[in-house]
């Protein structure tokens, strides 16, 4: 994939696992791992090139398993 296109990847990742983590924000553990994405987000925007293939390579890994299981 090209820079452009794993970025626009990783900002959809991360727009789905922030929306199903503010869902189950009542639990302590969903805030703190929030609260982790928020940081995440932020470097991603900037640019950080090994978050951005963290956001693809974990995050896209469990989001696509759990479509898989739908």
């Known amino acids: 994939m090209s820079e452009y296109s794993d970025f626009d990847s990783a900002v959809e ?3 789905y696992k922030i929306a199903d983590c503010v869902k ?15 940081k ?9 090139k090994e978050i951005i293939k963290k956001i693809l390579n ?10 898989e299981n739908i």
Do not use: N, T
Request: glycine share 6%.
């Open 13 to 15: 990742i991360m727009a």
């Open 24 to 38: 189950k924000s009542e639990d302590i553990k969903y805030k703190k791992e929030l609260e982790q994405l928020k």
């Open 40 to 48: 995440e987000r932020s470097l991603m925007y900037s640019g950080d």
């Open 58 to 67: 974990v995050y896209g890994k469990e989001i696509k398993e759990i479509y």
